[in-house]
């Protein structure tokens, strides 16, 4: 892919999206292009996670060992979390089909947030509204799971 439209497809990305063409374009020149075919696995259940994935063509399939399993296509950012702090794969992923996907190291995407520090601010906030988010929707259960013992 040329360098454009890995800029495209990290805008339409989850997250990524909202950062801006300038840091998107560090991120699309500095990110190692992987190739899978249909069948090939992209990583297993426990590895090591240093970096995301972002999908650019084809279906990677999520899941094994007992985990429901879903689908990621064309611009699903996979390991967002693994992108700011060390943490191990919760699932497998799977080419379901031919995969290109743009492999974006913490390394790097941490090069990116101390070039430009307004979007770690914007993240932080994302995150933030996400847990609480999480965090009511866990009382809502909590709450319904309750009402269930009584």
């Not at 990305?13 to 190739?35: K, Q």
């Amino acid at each position: 892919m040329a360098l454009d439209d890995d800029i495209r497809v990290l805008e339409r990305a989850p997250m990524l999206g909202e950062i801006g063409h300038d840091p998107l374009r560090l991120l699309a020149f500095s990110a190692e292009r992987r190739t899978l075919r249909g069948g090939e696995v992209l990583f297993r259940k426990g590895d090591r996670a240093d970096g995301g994935f972002v999908i650019a063509s084809g279906t990677v399939r999520l899941g094994g060992d007992g985990e429901p399993e879903r689908r990621a296509g064309a611009v699903s950012l996979i390991g967002e979390i693994a992108l700011l702090c060390p943490v191990t794969r919760p699932v497998s992923a799977v080419a379901e089909t031919s995969v290109k996907s743009l492999f974006i190291s913490r390394s790097l995407f941490r090069r990116v947030l101390t070039e430009f520090p307004s979007i770690a601010v914007m993240l932080r906030e994302r995150m933030l509204g996400k847990l609480e988010a999480e965090g009511d929707a866990l009382k809502r259960l909590s709450a319904t799971l309750d009402a269930l013992d009584q």
